[in-house]
C-alpha cells in the first residue's frame, strides 16, 4: 500500500502547470474512490431546499457513492438527516426516493424509528437490550437561508467558517423565502474532473453556447465567465463594472466579490456584476423572469454568482436562481442538477412562465453535456496528452492546483 501511494505521489508530482491532468484521472477506477472520500464526502455540500418537504414527515433521499441520506423534517419542524441505513441488519429503511411518513420503518424486520432517528420498535429483543442506543445515524447537517447543507465526513469544517465569506452574497437573494419552480438532472457521460473543468472556463462559451452569449457580453465572458480571476481583465468591463458599483451602491445592494486565494479545503468564490445592456434578469429578452426575491426592492440590472465548493454554484438574477449540484456517479458518470428557486408567492403563469425561466441555463446544460461527452471519448483514446491552457482557461488551472495539493497531503498524511 506504502508503495501504490509513493506511486501515485510520482503521477500527481508530474502533472505539469497550465495543462489539464493525465488520462488516469479522468478514468481511474481507484483515483474515483479516492476523489469521492478526500473531495465529495469532505465538503459541505448542498443538497436541497427546506420546501421541498414543508410538512411534517416529508422526506427525499440523496444518494451518492454508497451512501444514501434520508432528509426528514420532524414533528418540531426541524430537518433531520440520518444515514439510511437500519441499525439492525444494516438494511436501507426508505426506499422510494421521496414521500411521506408517520415513522421510519425498515422493510425487513420492522425495526421502527421515529422523525427525530430514534428508536422506537424492534420485537423479541433480549432483556438487556436498550432501544436507547440504537437510533439511527445521523449525517452533519446545517440550514442556511433555507438551503439544506450536508457534510459527510466525520469530522466537518466549520459550518460558520466555511459560510461566512461568501454569507452576505447569498443572503441577499431571500432563498429562505423561496419555492422550487423546476428540477431537472442532466446525466453527463463524464468524470466530475472534465465537467468541472467545463464549468470553470468560459473558453468554449463562444463557440458552445449562443444562448449565454446572447444574456453576456464577450467582455465580461472574457473576465467572470467563469467567475471573477478566471481569465483575463477586459478595460471595458471594469469601466462598467465600477459603473455600476457605484449606482447599486447608492441602491443600496451588495457589491464586489470573494475568492479563496489561500490553499484551504474550502474551494470558494462569490461575486455581484452587471449584465448587459439594460437587461434586468438572466432571460432571453433581458425583462424579467417573475417577481423580485430578497433584499431587492427594484431591479438592479445585475446578477450574483457564488461557488460554495467544486460541487455547488449558486447563479442569482434579482428575481430568480438557478442552483447547480454536480454529483459523481462513478469514473465516467456525473449527475449535473440544477434547480430553479422563486419567490414563494410567486405563481406560475401569473408571475413566471417556466421556460422563459429555464431558458438559458437549460439549453445551456444541454450542450455542455455534450460537450463534456465528446471531451471524455477523446479522452479515453490512447493519443490523448493533455494540451496547453488557453488563457482563459485560469479557473480550471485554479481548481486543478487545488485538487492535486489536495491528495498530494492526503497521501502524505496517510503513508
Ligand atoms: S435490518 Fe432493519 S429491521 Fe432488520
Ligand atoms: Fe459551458
Known sequence: MKKDNSQFIELI???KSNFPLDQSFYTDPNI??????TFFYNQWIFIGHESQIKNIGDYFLFEVGNESIIVIRDKNQKINCFFNVCRHRGSQICLEKKGKVKKLVCPYHAWSYNLNGDLISARMMNDEFEKKDWGLNKCKSKIFEGLIFINLSDDPDDFKEFINPIKKFIEL????????AFKKTYPTDGNWKLTL????ECYHCLPA??????VHSKDYIQAYGAGNNTGPESIKFSKKLNLWNKKTEKLGYLTGEYSDFNFSNFFRSA??????????SETKDGKPGSILMGQFKEFDGGYTTVGTSPFNSFIMSNDF???FTFIPRGPLKTDVEIMWLVHEDAEEGKDYDLNKLIWMWDKT?????KIIENNQKGVMSKKYVPGPLSEMEIGLEKLKKWYLKHLEIKLKNTI
Open 13 to 15: 508530482k508530474s502533472q
Open 32 to 37: 474515483y474512490r479516492n476523489d469521492l472520500e
Open 173 to 180: 437573494h431571500g432563498l429562505n423565502r423561496a419555492k422550487v
Open 197 to 200: 473543468d467545463n464549468f470553470h
Open 209 to 214: 453556447h449562443p444562448e449565454y452569449c446572447h
Open 271 to 280: 461575486e455581484r456584476t452587471p449584465f448587459d445592456g439594460d437587461r434586468l
Open 321 to 323: 436562481a438557478a442552483i
Open 365 to 369: 446544460t444541454i450542450a455542455d453535456k
